[in-house]
């Protein structure tokens, strides 16, 4: 059995944002349960609302423990998305700045696991009640800014902008079906 450890925000914590507060999609509807629901794979879901990039040594020392602990063949890492709604104004490039300070801490604190990592870029958001066309057209840009990042750093990479996948009313979170399409191309990515 493949172990999968998933980092990342809403969208990997699986939140249906029709519920509010900490709801979320049922196991079988999110990316990762939809995963771990296969035999031959066991997924730690480690994503959290409202999760930005960590930037404090403790904060990634803390996901190196977690890691060590649990021991995955395979790590997924999609951020960003939370950085760029949190901004004036949104940049893309800035976000970039951000997570390859992240992943340079994060392989110094466990090299051994950095052929496991896989940087997944979020999906590109839409217009909606959370976002506005500067936010928008920067998400578009989460695939050339974090592919040359993950290359540096020698992990392997997906571009889920390249996706077609469906939002919610707020142009940020997956809608069901999206989750589905998500563990779908996750599985036949990398998996």
């Known amino acids: 059995m493949k172990r999968i450890f998933a980092f990342g925000d809403s969208n990997t914590y699986g939140f249906d944002p029709r519920m509010g507060g900490t709801g979320r999609y049922p196991k079988d509807i999110r990316w990762t349960g939809v995963i771990d629901q296969m035999h031959e794979y066991e997924v730690n879901n480690q994503g959290d609302n409202g999760l930005s990039i960590p930037v404090s040594d403790s904060a990634i020392a803390s996901l190196g423990r977690s890691i060590k602990e649990w021991s995955p063949d395979l790590i997924l890492i999609m951020l960003g998305s939370n950085d760029l709604l949190n901004m004036s104004p949104a940049s893309c490039e800035n976000v970039g700045t951000r997570m390859r300070q992240f992943l340079t801490a994060l392989c110094d604190c466990i090299p051994e696991y950095v052929h496991s990592m896989v940087l997944v870029s979020p999906p590109q958001m839409s217009l909606g009640d959370w976002t506005d066309p500067d936010i928008v057209g920067e998400s ?33 979170h997956l809608t069901e079906e999206a989750h589905l399409r998500f563990a779908q191309k996750i599985i036949s990515s990398v998996l």
Not at 150 to 169: R, V
């Open 140 to 172: 578009q840009k989460f695939g050339v800014v974090y592919e040359p990042i993950a290359s540096e750093k020698g992990l392997k990479y997906i571009n889920a902008c390249e996706w077609d996948l469906s939002l919610c009313f707020d142009g940020v």
